[in-house]
């Protein structure tokens, strides 16, 4: 158990790692890419985007089984954009407001900048609240 763990630990560093030298936890970059001036975090982003579309593509195509040999099932997803659009709306709103998306925050953190904190204190939070008005939401 602890060694699988490890590896997981090991990988987040290097994740890390990755997120700190190509500047996506610079707030100078997120501020650049909603002022629309630089194309350095939109590439990443496709990026991401297209790694993630690739990856879906594989599992589902072949037969891919988890660390404790469960078969990896990606259910269809709604053809209802409404959920998407509010969902979206929302994350970009949290993510202009904060400076920051989830991924990186801790990240961020683990740099030194303390006041990180209550941004993660808040998306603790939100996480929350979505969970308890879950049931009322569009799905």
Known sequence: MLLKGLKYIGLGFVLGIIFTKSEIISWFRIYEMFQFDSFHMYGIIGSAIAV???GTY????NDV?????????IADKSGSPKRYIY???IFGF????????PGPMFFILGTGASFMLITI??????TLTYGLLRDKLPH
């Open 52 to 54: 993630g579309a690739l």
């Open 58 to 61: 594989l599992i589902k195509k």
């Open 65 to 73: 089984h988890d660390q404790n040999g469960q078969a990896i099932t």
């Open 87 to 89: 969902g979206g709306l």
């Open 94 to 101: 949290g993510w202009a407001l904060s400076g920051s998306c």
């Open 121 to 126: 204190v808040f998306a603790i939070l939100g």
